[in-house]
């Protein structure tokens, strides 16, 4: 989780929006558990990152780095864990935060498969993250893109607390968001311009040339 926030911190207001968004939903589930500490402070964290995005969003004037990220990814992480050992389900301590993380979390790890496909580092950077193909190859600019990213992870969030009262509605708006972000991951060539296995079968009952 604290590398996959570090990994998005690429656009203005990414990060800290996405940070944001993980904190309230991480609060507004723990109430639903009762656990009181664990939610306030999510939102304490929640509303000081606040504070700070009126200055990152673009043009930011401040600049996380990667101090910033990876304090915030570590913050989550220990928020998240702080609820073993107490009566609380496994989804909410490690589910929860995993689905809600899902852009990050992907990200991070088309990044280390598109790395290795094409016997680069591990830590060697490229422009082929989601906000870079968002930005580039789909032409939304920076500011349309973070906020595009910010929809994709309040579905994602949306997703992780609805599993609390309808499982299967989760499930299957989880499933439906995966194969979107399949589609998409695809269509952009994020790992590999011959990797679209989805898109392959698509094309079988489609039958387009794109």
């Known amino acids: 989780i604290t590398n996959a926030i ?3 911190d690429g656009l203005d207001g990414l990060c800290a929006g996405i940070s944001i968004i993980v904190l309230f939903t991480i609060s507004m589930t723990s109430l639903t558990y009762g656990r009181t500490d664990i939610s306030s402070l999510s939102l304490l964290l929640a509303g000081a990152i606040a504070g700070f995005l009126v200055y990152n969003f673009h043009p930011a004037s401040v600049f996380l780095g990667d101090c ?3 304090y915030i990814g570590f913050m989550i992480s220990v928020i998240s864990l702080l609820g073993f050992g107490y009566k609380s389900s496994t989804f909410f301590t490690l589910g929860a935060p995993i689905v809600v993380l899902m852009v ?3 990200d991070t790890i088309i990044a280390i498969v598109r790395r290795k496909v094409h016997h ?7 422009r082929n993250h989601l906000h870079h193909n968002l930005m580039f ?3 939304l ?3 349309k893109s973070v906020l595009t990213l910010y929809v994709v992870t309040i579905l994602f969030s949306l997703c992780s607390y609805l599993y609390l009262y309808d499982k299967i509605a989760a499930t ?5 968001l995966m194969i979107v972000f399949e589609i998409f991951v695809e269509a952009t060539g994020m790992i590999d311009r011959k990797y ?3 898109l392959t079968l698509m094309n079988i009952f489609i039958k387009s040339e794109y």
């Open 196 to 198: 679209k296995p989805v």
């Open 172 to 176: 299957v708006l989880f499933i439906m």
């Open 141 to 143: 600019g920076q500011t």
């Open 68 to 70: 910033g990220a990876l």
């Open 104 to 106: 990050p979390i992907v």
């Open 120 to 126: 680069k580092s591990f830590s060697e950077a490229d």
């Open 137 to 139: 190859k789909l032409e």
């Open 6 to 8: 570090n990994l998005i």
